[in-house]
């Protein structure tokens, strides 16, 4: 454990309503500049059990609300954030690596967006209800909120990803512990400071920082804790299925992709190659949706790749509060050597690549030498096969290669273990619509990419995750239904 100065941010768990300090402590890092700039509480079962039954003290008086009255303050609480988005962003930014730009336009806007969907959503909701006359029999259903949810919030989008858990949980009634990553805690943290001030009642929501191992471990096996949403790392949620089982837990995991993009020799350049980029690199290639797998049209093959590559080199790596830099910095020095690894499995293999990795020096600012930065890499002639075209890299590394027929490119898109997202680039309607149809993905978008309406379903298929979460989705997952029949 290094010596640490004074100044170091130091958070604090949030259990009842109140900020309780942690007996041992983990270090964060600014991935901008490698240096250790936080202490994060390292919890374990003790903080977990406290929470879990702080949340459980309050779930009779929160889930008797009405939704009018959950509504209301779950609305308070996105103005609150609002108000004070300017602070979050830079918080996220820092704590995340991620540029100003990305987190002042896409995280915290999406952050209260989340709270205010779910608040409105809330008060649409409808039951069924149906008649037996010939029986004399009435048949309704009934939905009340599950108890306390664990939720559980990765590292690449963080304030975001946890609000699309907290928002729908608490709007059904349910109380939470949340463990957001123990790498990006900061505005976790700093919007417990604002529940009070929203209405929140103490114990609605607790948060419990610290690692998987520990924290996380310390959720998931808990008796009282019915239901668990994750957002993470397959391996992750093959555990998390494991160690729940014995409970019979309720499970949403919405897990990693390999997400192809398919263009064909009709699509617009114009918008194709621009929104491909940013599918490939936007938040340094850390979304579960970026496009890793982009299939081309022979026809148009040469032509793409020369355009394509030529638009990467001008995506500019640096600091992160630069409101010119594209591409900020990646989350770790760990994950920062995995995804160079795979460019070098890709090279050992025979592939090139055009840009970016071992191809393009990166001129950083003095202050950022230290940091975790990777250019825009492009790699092709790269095999099916290959590593980097069937494991999640989680980084900004796309592969392009060529196609000759429709058959021949679902077949290709659909050879890996994942089915999160995928991309469709033509101009031919009924090209789309068949090609959409056919492809094992929870989401597809032709010509265009993340235009997300949250009344609809987000999930993925095969190891890409268990569920769905949107307006209807969420409802139901947080929720248990009974039918009550009545005979008169």
């Known amino acids: 454990m290094m010596a640490h100065s004074k100044d170091l941010l130091e958070l604090e768990n949030f259990i009842g309503g109140k900020f309780i300090p942690c007996s041992s402590y983990i270090d964060s890092y600014n991935p901008s500049t490698g240096d250790v700039y936080c202490r994060v509480p390292d919890s374990g079962k003790e903080e977990v059990e406290a929470a879990v039954k702080a949340a459980q003290d309050a779930f009779p008086v929160w889930s008797s609300k009405s939704p009018l009255e959950r509504s209301q303050i779950l609305n308070k609480l996105a103005d609150l954030i609002e108000h004070d988005l300017e602070a979050f962003a830079k918080a996220e930014s820092k704590d995340q690596g991620k540029t100003i730009t990305f987190a002042r336009t896409v995280d915290i806007p999406r952050a209260v967006y989340n709270f205010r969907f779910f608040a409105s959503s809330i008060l649409h909701h409808v039951t069924e209800c149906t008649e037996m006359a010939t029986m004399g029999c009435v048949h309704y259903t009934s939905r009340a909120p599950v108890g306390v949810a664990g939720l559980i919030s990765p590292w690449n989008l963080p304030l975001y990803l946890l609000t699309w858990k907290i928002a729908p949980a608490i709007a059904c009634g349910n109380t939470v512990v949340a463990k957001p990553s123990e790498m990006t805690s900061v505005t976790a943290w700093m ?21 998987g191992a520990k924290a996380g471990e310390a959720l998931v096996c808990h008796p009282d804790v019915p239901l668990i949403s994750f957002t993470g790392s397959t391996l992750t949620a093959q555990r998390i299925t494991e160690k729940s089982a ?7 995991l919405e897990l990693g992709g390999k997400n192809p993009a398919i263009i064909f020799d009709d699509a617009d350049f114009s918008q194709c190659i621009p929104t491909t980029l940013k599918s ?94 990777m250019l825009p890499t492009v790699i092709a002639e790269v095999q099916d096969e290959s590593c980097c075209m069937q494991e999640e890299i989680f980084g900004p590394v796309t592969c392009v290669v060529a196609f000759d027929t429709e058959e021949e490119v679902i077949k290709r898109a659909n050879s890996v273990k994942y089915g999160l997202a995928a991309t469709v680039w033509s101009s031919n309607v009924g090209r789309v619509h068949r090609v959409a149809r056919r492809l094992q993905s929870g989401l597809v978008w032709t ?3 993340l235009i997300r309406d949250l009344n609809l379903p987000f999930g993925g298929m095969k190891a890409s995750g268990i569920g769905r979460e949107g307006a209807k989705d969420s409802y139901e997952f947080f929720t248990e239904v009974k039918t009550i029949t009545i005979k008169h």
Request: aromatic share 8%.
């Open 191 to 211: 919007m417990c400071k604002l529940l009070e001030k929203a209405g929140v009642p103490h114990g609605v929501v607790n948060v419990v920082f610290g690692t």
């Open 246 to 252: 014995p409970h019979c837990k309720r499970l949403s």
């Open 280 to 373: 490939s690199f936007a938040n340094q290639g850390e979304i579960c949706l970026c496009t890793s797998r982009i299939f081309v049209q022979r026809g148009i093959y040469s032509e793409f790749l020369k355009r394509f590559v030529a638009e990467a080199k001008k995506w500019k790596a640096g600091n992160p509060s630069d409101p010119t830099v594209n591409v900020g910095a990646l989350i770790s020095k760990e994950h920062l050597e995995k995804v160079r690894s795979y460019v070098k499995r890709a090279q050992a293999e025979g592939a090139r690549v055009l840009c970016g990795e071992g191809v393009d020096s990166l001129d950083l600012p003095a202050g950022n030498q230290k940091g975790y930065f």
């Open 447 to 449: 010509n265009c990419w």
